[in-house]
């Protein structure tokens, strides 16, 4: 007969669920909470649910499922409600489904939803789609949750027949559908949420918030490596502590070493927010939610909780999934395990000469201007720097070249140009480029400009930096967006590129993650596909010489 694995726990307990705060020891009964006992303990430890991030794309950390949870639990993460739509616009099904079985490796709670958006539009290229026939089929396995977001907006509100079959899958089979909707307010707003869209985290206003709030939905406040709409929303937890859940979005590998949803939980508290109301939102609304097999920490539950020093510290000590001990005192106790390389990567390297842009003197050109921070772009005009009839970067000005080449089929690459990025010499590149991880660049001058490209194009995947002769790559060849390498080696060689891309002079707080949007076309107002420029204001394309 086998032995049953007991052990037990005593400390001061965070009762979240139920707004109660006593001393007390779990007993713990393979991997289930079998008993909490009220009573005086010596331990000044705290003992309170694990947390969650609501909603993450795993592949942004660069980072398989598995060592992406590696790096996540000495942070007190225990569980994800994660999209896979980034490697399903690579690979389609079969991605999704390697995300699927990846993340079984590890004792750690993956929860995905079935990406509703693949490819995210038409106005780009992906490497697969993934259709309600595929969408039905993920629904059937026990660990996808929901509908993943939703974001033609648009589609929804004039009712498109292939969005409404999505939708209407999602409803047949009791789940959840994510909205993903930026600035939308007002009666269309309204019109989203009563069409059964029930969270966002693309707000950017308090203001917005509330309309979507008013229209029945969740809000997701967001604080990843690139948006970071915290400060912006979380006044809102005091009001709606029921209707906040915490997410990173996209988390890159050198800040999930740093931090996770506890640094969240820890701003929440240092702003006086009420400890359960913080605590709601980081552990206990996902679960509600979405209805995940994850612990409140309730007889009877599983035994998924994190052990702090103090309410005020907010150290984790311990994390415990499925009553296993997966991290202790800030280090990872889940091992590492080889994972398999899947991609679908199909260009030939590329010359100068394609990056170069006809113009005459005088010519006035569109330029994107990110802002740092945000997925939204602006749209500014200027006069273009022409030399022997091209135009050209030009870095005076901080207007520099930037291309999108297709890496499924072998075509010319788009070429425009930017703003705000800042470099002063060199180039940097990434095929991590949202929605359909296309090659994204930016450089001061062609030659570097393609080599930063044909270093990603020769690995596969990766990201990249050029600095005259310098060349610096991380590879990236699983889907050409993940590595399966050591998680915290993958930390360290980002930080690396992160660090040569601010070299080269980007004034940008995550140069590789704010290029990783600029080609995502669903969220306004300028951006730029393989297919061209495009304006998501009106969806449609323009020139890029006015």
């Given amino acids: ?42 331990e000044t430890q705290y003992i309170l649910p694990g947390f ?69 539009t038409p106005f780009e290229t992906a490497g697969a789609e993934i259709t309600p026939e595929d969408i039905e089929e993920l629904f059937l396995r026990p660990e996808v949750k929901y509908l993943a977001e939703m974001m033609n907006w648009p589609g929804v509100l004039n009712q498109d027949d292939l969005v409404m079959q999505k939708i209407t899958l999602a409803q047949k089979f009791d789940k ?9 307010r007002g009666e269309d707003a309204h019109a989203y949420a009563a069409a059964g869209m029930t969270t966002d985290h693309e707000c950017f206003t308090a203001d917005e918030a509330r309309d979507k709030l ?27 502590p029921e209707k906040i859940m915490f997410c990173s979005d996209d988390k890159h590998p050198d800040n999930l070493v740093e931090s996770h949803i506890n640094e969240l939980v820890k701003r929440g508290l240092a702003k006086g927010h009420d400890l359960f109301h ?44 499925n009553g296993q001990l997966v991290a202790e005192n800030g280090q990872t106790k889940i091992e590492f395990t080889p994972s398999e390389i899947i991609n679908n990567f199909n260009t030939a390297p590329k010359t100068v000469e394609q990056f170069q842009l006809a113009g005459q003197k005088g010519a006035r050109i569109r330029v994107i201007e990110p802002y740092d921070g945000q997925l939204i772009t602006g749209m500014v005009s200027t006069d273009a720097k022409v030399e022997n009839g091209f135009i050209v970067s030009d870095p005076s000005v901080d207007v520099l070249k930037m291309t999108v080449v297709n890496r499924y089929q072998n075509t ?58 310098r060349e610096e790559l991380l590879p990236l060849p699983v889907a050409g967006i993940m590595s399966a390498e050591d998680g915290y080696w993958v930390a360290e060689q980002y930080a690396k590129l992160d660090q040569a891309a601010k070299d080269l002079g980007s004034t940008l707080t995550s140069p590789y993650m704010t290029l990783s949007f600029m080609a995502l076309l669903v969220i306004p107002a300028l951006k730029l596909s393989d297919k061209g420029l495009f304006d998501g204001q009106h969806f449609q394309f323009v020139e890029v010489v006015e």
């Fill in 176 to 184: 959840q559908i994510d909205g993903h909707a930026p600035g939308l």
């Fill in 52 to 120: 969650i991030d609501a909603h993450v794309h795993v592949e942004s950390s660069m980072l398989v499922p598995s060592e992406f949870a590696r790096l996540a639990v000495p942070h007190g993460t225990v569980a994800t409600v994660s999209d896979p739509h980034e490697i399903g616009n690579v690979l389609g099904l079969r991605g999704v489904e390697y995300m699927l079985d990846n993340g079984k490796k590890v004792p750690f709670k993956f929860f995905f939803g079935a990406p509703s958006c693949v490819p995210a």
């Fill in 278 to 321: 913080v605590l709601q939102a980081a552990c206990i609304n996902p679960v509600q939610h979405y209805k995940l097999e994850v612990g409140l920490l309730q007889p009877k539950d599983p035994a998924d909780f994190i052990v702090i020093d103090n309410p005020q510290d907010f150290n984790i000590l311990q994390t415990y999934i």
């Fill in 412 to 469: 010319e690459p788009a070429v425009a140009f930017i703003n705000n990025v800042g470099l002063k010499r060199g180039a940097i590149a990434s095929s991590v480029g949202h929605d359909s991880h296309n090659i994204i660049a930016v450089g001061v001058d062609d030659e570097s400009l393609c080599r930063a490209v044909n270093l990603l194009i020769d690995a596969k995947g990766g990201i990249s930096a050029v600095d005259g002769a």
């Fill in 214 to 240: 008013a229209a029945g939905m969740k809000i997701l406040i967001r604080e990843g490596s690139a948006a970071k709409n915290f400060e912006a929303l979380i006044e809102l937890l005091s009001e709606f």
């Fill in 1 to 42: 007969m086998a032995t049953r694995r007991f052990f037990k726990v005593s400390g001061t307990i965070l009762d979240v669920l139920n707004h109660d705060t006593y001393q007390g020891t779990l007993e713990i009964t393979d991997g289930r909470i079998s008993a909490i006992i009220r009573e005086p303990v010596s």
